[in-house]
């Protein structure tokens, strides 16, 4: 993974002395877990300060790190357990305490609940996971505090990434699972205005909002025509299909530029090669939605020619992104859909050896765990298999992004 300098955070010494334990975890979740939630190559700082005043909120963090401390190197499986039972005795009882009008903590227990949701989510993504419960406890206490929207934006720039986070492992799991997703498709206009896990074109030429914008109508649009609300409508499949069109970089003149010697192509700066990779990340979501129309909404088999003209694509795209990238470990959800339509042994060999090679570099539980649940498709007569089935194998604990 391409290393990111996450931005520092303010050194606060607030509450009694952090523990060796507690100290060790923050530097761990700091400099080796929060740059695997993003793709931005200098995010916002984590939540410390928050942690350094709020306990819950530390303990949350210092689970979060001791879980992926061991599933990285074997070290510290003693300090999960007894970590876990007091973030959650102690979350516990702060929701009590919010049950008696003290609404003024919800903010802090809304940071505690989301790191718990992620880590058993992306982390562990086990059958003993809580993942579901503290998926229904963040809705919870975003709908105390007015919704979503109500929340972004406030000046708490983790909050923010974290509710992307969220709102992105909601929709994804709602398309797996054929549901409608929590969010109405209009709040991530407002989830893009402020910090997201996903990087951005500096030139606003593309927008990975926008295509989870439209992935959302697309499930929304779905359980419509399901409950027969609307009726299936060739011109809303056209129109889709407009919308979710691969985008590219359009050609500049700076393109055109070669130095002066060889007459070879400049290299790119910084800014340019994240513009790049935004596009790429574009481009792989807006292929998995097309995917999830045709199979979906649609109703057309895994080996048809429409479904197949974004599987392919689709992973020679993902293929082409190298480990050192910044968008490397985030393209999870768009190499399972695609991974599970592939229908050559060189093809999931291919999609077998980037699972593997990302959780390498990530160590979460639900990396594993999608990669056996492709070789659960695999081993049956894929090309029959429904939406529901094929994604049937992941257990439903485990968070895809």
């Known amino acids: ?7 520092r955070s303010p050194c606060l010494k607030i509450g009694p002395p952090l523990a060796n334990d507690e100290q060790r975890a923050l530097g761990y979740f700091q400099g080796r877990v929060w740059p695997l939630l993003t793709t ?16 819950v909120v530390l303990l949350s963090m210092c689970v979060f790190a001791a879980s992926h401390r061991y599933l990285q190197d074997g070290r510290g499986a003693e300090l999960i357990t007894p970590t876990r039972s007091e ?6 009882t702060q929701v009590g305490g919010c049950c008696k009008d003290n609404n003024d903590m919800l903010p802090t227990l809304l940071f505690a609940v989301l790191l718990l949701y992620l880590h058993d989510g992306l982390v562990e993504g086990s059958a003993t996971s809580a993942t579901m419960k503290h998926h229904v406890g963040v809705l919870a206490i975003l709908d105390q505090l007015g919704g979503l929207t109500k929340v972004v934006g406030k000046g708490q720039e983790s909050m923010d990434m974290l509710l992307s986070e969220f709102a992105s492992a909601d929709l994804t799991t709602a398309l797996l699972q054929q549901r409608t997703p929590g969010f109405a498709p209009h709040v991530w206009d407002v ?12 030139k606003g030429r593309c927008s990975l909002a926008a295509v989870f914008h439209d992935m959302a109508t697309l499930a929304t649009y779905h359980e419509a025509v399901r409950t027969g609300a609307e009726s299936l409508s060739v011109d809303r499949i056209r129109a889709f299909e407009a919308s979710l069109q691969p985008v590219y970089a359009p050609l500049t003149t700076e393109d055109l530029g070669s130095d002066l010697d060889g007459g070879q192509p400049l290299p790119l700066g910084q800014g340019e090669i994240e513009a790049v990779e935004a596009f ?5 979501f807006q292929r998995t939605a097309l995917i999830y129309l045709y199979r979906v909404i649609c109703g057309l088999p895994t080996c048809h020619a429409l479904v197949q003209q974004h599987v392919e694509p689709c992973l020679d795209g993902l293929f082409e992104v190298h480990p050192s ?17 592939a229908q050559t042994s060189k093809r999931r060999a291919g999609v077998s050896d980037m699972v593997s090679g990302i959780f390498n570099d990530m160590r979460f539980g639900s990396v594993r765990a999608i990669g056996e649940a492709l ?21 439903p604990y485990a968070v895809v992004l």
């Open 40 to 55: 931005v190559p200098n995010p916002c700082a984590p939540p410390t300060p928050v942690a350094m005043q709020h306990r």
């Open 325 to 341: 990238s910044h968008i490397y470990h985030c393209v999870i959800f768009p190499l399972y859909v695609a991974g599970a339509h």
């Open 280 to 284: 790429k990340l574009v481009r792989a």
């Open 1 to 7: 993974m391409a290393a990111s300098a996450t931005r």
């Open 87 to 92: 973030c959650l005795q102690v979350l516990r």
């Open 191 to 202: 989830i893009d205005e402020g910090s997201v896990w996903w990087g951005r074109d500096a």
């Open 375 to 395: 070789r659960d498709v695999w081993r049956r007569d894929a090309e029959r298999m429904s939406w529901a089935d094929m994604f049937s194998f992941l257990s």
